[in-house]
């Protein structure tokens, strides 16, 4: 049987892709390393929040057929390469994934065939690390015997609007020939194929657009801790500067950045230019800076509104609300939870915490009580912080059940809630 797409690395990634391209007619081929999920997804039983347990049966009803057996990959006319790509030593993408799923394409590549990279990683990963790797294990030479592409996944989990199909894809080939023929595989299911000059401007693109936010949430995380000390209303500010209608794009402060692209892609273009070029790439180092002690700023915002009504925090039942890092999902990648609780608990408070979509949770190894409870524990502990504003939560109700309340996302209206 012949396939004209198998996926590598069934995710967040990798399966909502799978399933337009299920959508659109074409034939479906997945491939992971985790037995666990080849066998999940063969029962129809979903692992992302994007795709429900019937979304993933309908995938498999119309076609779709995972397997761990890399020799199946020969198959397809298209391999596509969505692995993890996480921070390594030293702010570097690990490419331990992408290295070994490409090795798996390589052990089986065919002529005629098309490899894309989707996977986020630095500038010149397709061409330098890739490309050669395909070649020595293939024997066949890229740009002539098979077609080389780069095409950053812009996946935004929960978005309900923006999915696979509508969202512009971006491509860059090796060679035009390359782009084109990436350009009119992706048009068989995506609305609009924007074509990149090659693949570092591809890749670079995916690492401008996430370092572009990362720049501007730092923006308004600095400006947060100022406008505090100055009695200034930040969100009242934002609301007044969004009335602008030109030149002008919200940001909003938090707790912290999370999930698998803000707080980890525009790292990969710093060491890039720290590695190749041999100087910082300074707005992003900053952003960094602000972005991570931001989970530290709100303990202490924390323990400040402990001390004025004379309570230590130290043995304070401290009730976090939300600890995924977007709303509405359940994905804990990267969470500012994480460290916040941990600094919570080095400053001796007891943390519990309440979310609707995250059953168990550990920090550094050691589970988090959870409550079922919500209005009954957000009455009875000392502080109740929001971390992540789920649907599920009224929080202006909330803010009123609780001792103390504070809203690092700017959603309360209630008097009795402090906000970030």
């Known amino acids: 049987m012949s396939y004209d797409v198998v996926i590598l690395g069934l995710g967040y990634v990798g399966l909502p892709l799978a399933q337009q391209a299920i959508r659109a007619g074409l034939s479906v081929l997945g491939f992971d390393v985790d037995d666990t999920v080849v066998g999940s997804l063969a029962a129809g039983r979903s692992h992302v929040d994007d795709l429900s347990d019937a979304d993933v049966a309908a995938m498999v009803a119309g076609g779709f057929r995972p397997t761990g057996d890399e020799t199946e990959i ?245 009730l976090l609300l939300g600890i995924t890092y977007k709303a509405n999902i359940a994905d804990q990648r990267e969470s500012p939870a994480t460290p916040l609780a941990r600094q919570l608990t080095a400053l001796g408070a007891t943390v519990a915490y309440h979310d609707p979509h995250v059953r168990t949770w550990e920090v550094g190894g050691v589970p988090v009580s959870r409550t079922e409870d919500l209005e009954g524990a957000v009455a009875s502990a000392d502080l109740v912080v929001l971390v992540q504003n789920h649907r599920e939560y009224d929080v202006d109700h909330l803010a009123r059940l609780a001792k103390r309340f504070f809203d690092t996302r700017g959603v309360a209206r209630a008097e009795e809630a402090h906000r970030l």
């Open 74 to 318: 020969a198959q397809a006319r298209t391999a596509v390469i969505c692995v993890p790509t996480p921070l390594a030593e030293g702010d570097g993408p690990d490419l331990r994934a992408v290295t070994g799923a490409t090795g798996s394409v390589g052990r089986n590549l065919r002529p005629g065939m098309l490899v894309v990279l989707e996977s986020t990683t630095y500038p010149g990963t397709t061409d330098d690390v890739v490309r050669p790797l395909l070649e020595q294990l293939s024997g066949l030479t890229a740009g002539i015997d098979f077609h080389l592409a780069f095409s950053p996944e812009r996946i935004d989990p929960g978005n309900a609007v923006y999915g696979a199909h509508n969202t512009p894809k971006v491509v860059g080939g090796y060679t035009p020939a390359c782009t084109s023929a990436a350009t009119a595989f992706y048009g068989r299911f995506v609305e609009t194929v924007v074509r990149a000059r090659g693949t570092r401007e591809a890749e670079t693109a995916k690492l401008l657009e996430n370092t572009y936010r990362h720049v501007n949430i730092a923006l308004v995380n600095e400006m947060a801790r100022f406008c505090h000390e100055l009695d200034i209303d930040l969100w009242d500010v934002i609301n007044a500067a969004s009335t602008k209608p030109f030149g002008f794009q919200a940001f909003y402060p938090g707790p912290g950045v999370g999930g698998h692209c803000i707080p980890i892609d525009p790292n990969y273009l710093s060491h890039n230019v720290r590695s190749k070029l041999g100087y910082p790439f300074r707005f992003v180092e900053l952003a960094q800076e602000i972005n991570a002690t931001m989970p530290a700023y709100v303990a202490r915002r924390a323990q400040n509104l402990l001390n004025a009504d004379g309570q230590a925090v130290r043995g304070a039942t401290i």
